[in-house]
Nanobody, 124 residues
Framework: QVHLVESGGGLVQAGGSLRLSCAAS????????MGWFRQAPGKEREFVAA????????LYADSVKGRFTISRDSAKNTVYLQMNSLKPEDTAVYYC?????????????????WGQGTQVTVSS
């Protein structure tokens, strides 16, 4: 059974930083593209960042480019999202997702497995 468990969320002031982690089990981590998505209250879930199977390629939403960094550690079966210069509009539940079928993906429908989410709240 596949499990994706996010951690690292919390409350931070604008301009601050957080690092999210997502520990994966029950799948071949090195064969999966990994992604982060987020959903703010009253809004649809949106793409944040993605990383290819071996970590050679990363993609970011324009809204986070230059502030967020996605990375992965295959030895720990973990994907990270380093978030710097946080803004109140980054407030959302952040979800980790795994895609075993494509090299890298930005679309929700490409991802087969999802975590339960972790809350990030940025105060102004």
């Amino acid at each position: 059974q596949v499990h994706l468990v996010e951690s690292g969320g919390g409350l931070v002031q604008a301009g601050g930083s957080l690092r999210l982690s997502c520990a994966a089990s029950g799948l071949t981590f090195s064969s999966c593209a990994m992604g982060w998505f987020r959903q703010a209250p009253g809004k649809e879930r949106e793409f944040v960042a993605a990383i290819s199977r071996r970590g050679a390629t990363t993609l970011y939403a324009d809204s986070v480019k230059g502030r967020f960094t996605i990375s992965r550690d295959s030895a720990k079966n973990t994907v990270y999202l380093q978030m710097n210069s946080l803004k109140p509009e980054d407030t959302a539940v952040y979800y980790c997702a795994a895609d075993p079928d494509t090299a890298i993906a930005t679309l929700e429908r490409s991802y087969d497995y999802w975590g339960q989410g972790t809350q990030v709240t940025v105060s102004s």
